[in-house]
């Protein structure tokens, strides 16, 4: 079981060496590729109010294993959630696990694919901490965590 699980974690890692040592091959004589922490989208993880009384917040992520930032916070209410994928060579999605929060969000974005952004809306009124994830990458710590304040 858990050697089953290590197994395929490393089978991740291995590929993501060979996606990166891909990007370092192709990037020829042009003095190298510019990191994708260059392109983070401005006010990335800052909640705020839009005009119709909906909080919102722009997530990010790219091609690392992580969402940028992995954390924020909201009053309980309707909220805006918008993930931006400056990735070059990964597809990631966003979801709320069921069972990971105090009550369920099924709102999610099943499919980003690189370059892509995407809006979702939902409301919370339980406060606490809702996980939410990318599933391809869960194994990876692909994790965040959104609380919705008492
Ligand atoms: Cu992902």
């Known amino acids: 079981m858990t050697g089953e699980r290590n197994r395929r974690r490393g089978g991740g890692l291995v590929l993501g060496a060979v996606l990166t040592a891909g990007l370092l091959a192709g990037c020829g004589g042009d003095g190298g590729a510019t990191p994708p922490a260059s392109t983070t989208v401005a006010g990335a993880g800052t909640v705020t109010t839009a005009s119709d009384g909906v909080q919102e917040v ?11 930032p992995d954390h924020f916070t909201v009053a309980p209410g309707k909220v805006r959630v918008t993930v931006v994928n400056a990735a070059k060579q990964l597809t990631h999605n966003f979801t709320f696990p069921s069972g990971k929060g105090p009550a369920p969000i099924a709102e999610d974005i099943p499919l980003l694919a690189p370059g892509e952004k995407r809006t979702i809306e939902f409301s919370v009124e339980q406060p606490g901490d809702y996980q939410f ?18």
């Open 133 to 150: 994830v990318c599933s391809f990458h869960t194994q990876l710590g692909q994790v965040g965590t959104m609380t919705v304040s008492g």
């Open 58 to 68: 722009t997530l990010q992520t790219q091609d690392d294993y992580v969402f940028t």
